[in-house]
């Protein structure tokens, strides 16, 4: 795929990326308020985050950016692929990622620990993100496609799926090895400079 393939690819998911940027941004707004309405149920979404990352805790730097990256991209790969089910679990997990940043976004304005945030989330977040955007929007457009074969259309999904797996391979994938080595090798230094 090369680089006009790839403009010409993001021109045609234009529509699909700025329907899963609303839906990521819906999902951090309800995230928001989620906090204060549920609080228990909140402190149940932190407890099981909490026990996620601290399987790291054991692990070098190169080891949790294996673990990172082998998680979010079969993760965002699965994301992609699943969208042929007519777009809904891509969907599903673009606001779910965003109702998480959400409610992690009232927990630091609460306790005022901005630091955490701007070194702990946002320099890994801001590729991990748009990566995540897009991949919704691929797995939406496999879906329509999908669809539209279910109802007599003309059958494109083989090739469909041929220019996203080489969109997610050529273009997503490299950004995601660049998010983990960011986290992994870049935010803990942070971290440690701000605690």
């Known amino acids: 795929m090369k680089i006009a393939e790839i403009k010409k690819y ?12 609303l839906v990521f941004i819906s999902g951090v707004l309800t995230g928001y308020f989620f906090v204060h309405d549920f609080p228990e149920e909140t402190r149940e979404i932190m407890e099981e985050l909490k026990e996620f990352f601290a399987s790291g805790e054991k692990m070098t730097d190169f080891q949790i950016f294996l673990f990172i ?18 777009g809904i679990i891509p969907l599903f997990t673009s606001f779910a990622n965003g ?24 320099p890994h977040g801001i590729i991990e993100i748009p990566v995540l955007i897009l991949s919704t929007a691929v797995g939406m457009k496999i879906g329509k496609v999908a669809l539209w074969r279910l109802f007599g259309g003309e059958i494109r999904i083989k090739k469909e799926l041929v220019k996203a797996i080489k969109f997610y391979i050529i273009v997503l994938m490299p950004l995601l090895i660049l998010a983990a080595a960011i986290e992994a090798f870049i935010t803990t230094i942070l971290l440690d400079m701000v605690s």
Do not use: D, H, P, Q
């Open 10 to 21: 993001l021109y045609e998911i234009r529509f699909y990326i700025l329907f899963s940027s």
């Open 69 to 86: 990256l082998e998680n979010n991209i079969t993760k965002l790969f699965a994301v992609l692929l699943l969208g042929i089910f007519a």
């Open 99 to 122: 109702m998480i940043l959400g409610i992690f976004g009232c927990l630091v304005s609460e306790n005022l620990l901005w630091s955490f945030f701007f070194v702990g989330i946002l």
